[in-house]
């Protein structure tokens, strides 16, 4: 259970670090993606408007990535505090005595 715990928090690391790095994508993205509507809204040329779809796009994809790694980190949270009640649960019960 311990090494189960230890592999969960090494994980969480991982994807919280993840996480982090996809925040700041999306909203570099988001930025670039206001641009390119900015641009088209102007422009209203065909280039223009697919210069916005593809940064829109691209901050979509980027968006459920990190929706993906919040979900994870749940997931992983829930996991962790479900074993630790466990572990809880087994150091805190009562030893049973052999009276024989």
Not at 12 to 40: I, M, P, Y
Not at 53 to 64: E, S
């Amino acid at each position: 259970m311990r090494e189960r715990l230890t592999r969960i928090q090494d994980e969480l690391r991982r994807v919280r670090a993840t996480e982090r790095v996809l925040g700041d994508q999306v909203a570099h993205l988001d930025e670039v993606a206001s641009d390119a509507e900015t641009r088209k809204l102007v422009a209203q040329t065909p280039l223009a408007d697919r210069e916005w779809r593809d940064a829109r796009t691209d901050l979509d994809r980027h968006r459920a990535l990190f929706e993906d790694a919040r979900r994870e980190i749940d997931d992983l949270l829930s996991e962790r505090d479900r074993l630790l009640d466990r572990l809880f649960e087994l150091e805190t019960a009562p030893r049973r005595r052999d009276d024989t």
